[in-house]
């Protein structure tokens, strides 16, 4: 029962600004510990479970990107990104090969994301949910800003959403087939739950941040270097 990855790298990195942040050009062939973003995260999807990986990317980078990747020895496709994350994820799922059980999808962006979160999502899919996402509790207190002022929002009840986000291939297949034209949807669970599917929660990682800003890359790199990551 392949599981397949769709690996979306095809983003403009503009929080980044002028930063040399891990080094230059796209974010996803930027480094930490001399290895960029995009293996560190297809190193982890393979350790986790995954089986065939679809990387999407800005053309013009596709040939760095595939010499990143050398040496892995299963099967990677290439594709292009499109204007927003959610172009990009529909052109990798253009590229499957039939019907996969499992899709997960994943940010190149979240380099750290422990295997046993992907190896967590994968059986969450396999065990009968079609639509599941690692989360974590929220550290900061929460404040809605309303016209007039703000309100206190209980964060007990709330929780930051990760990736590798996974599924049923049939079920995520459909969901982008129906995709609704106005809406944007910034991860993959939210565009099948407009088709009704059910979100399932299992536990991320504080590890699987999104590498954003210059100074992730200092957090996430001082996390390899002590060997917590
Ligand atoms: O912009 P955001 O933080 O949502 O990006 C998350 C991931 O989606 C990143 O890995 C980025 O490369 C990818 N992305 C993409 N195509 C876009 C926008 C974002 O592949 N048009």
Redesign the pocket.
């Known amino acids: 029962e392949p599981v397949v990855a769709i690996v979306?790298?095809?983003?403009s990195g503009v929080r980044l600004g002028n930063s040399s942040a891990g080094g230059h050009g796209p974010?996803?062939l930027r480094k930490l510990s001399g290895v960029p973003l995009l293996r560190h995260s297809i190193d982890r999807l393979i350790a986790g479970g995954v089986d065939r990986v679809v990387v999407?990317s800005r053309p013009e980078f596709r040939k760095q990107m595939r010499a990143t990747l050398a040496g892995i020895d299963l099967p990677i496709t290439f594709t292009d990104?499109?204007?927003?994350?959610t172009?990009?994820v529909r052109n990798g799922l253009r590229v499957l090969e039939g019907v996969p059980p499992v899709i997960l999808v994943h940010?190149?962006?979240r380099p750290l994301v422990p295997a046993e979160v992907v190896s967590r999502v994968i059986a969450a899919v396999r065990g009968g949910s079609s639509t599941v996402i690692p989360v974590i509790s929220l550290i900061d207190s929460v404040r809605a800003v309303e016209p007039h002022g703000s309100r206190v929002v209980d964060r007990s009840g709330l929780r930051a959403v990760q990736t590798p986000q996974g599924f049923d291939g049939a079920t995520l297949i459909d969901a982008y087939d129906h995709l609704p034209a106005d809406t944007l949807f910034?991860d993959d669970a939210s565009v099948c739950e407009a088709q009704g599917s059910e979100v399932a929660l299992v536990e991320g990682s504080v590890l699987s941040m999104?590498i954003?800003r210059p100074h992730d890359f200092l957090f996430a790199e001082a996390l390899l270097q002590a060997g917590l990551a």
């Open positions: 979306v790298a095809a983003g974010k996803a999407v990104g499109g204007a927003t994350r172009d990009s940010d190149a962006a910034t999104k954003t």
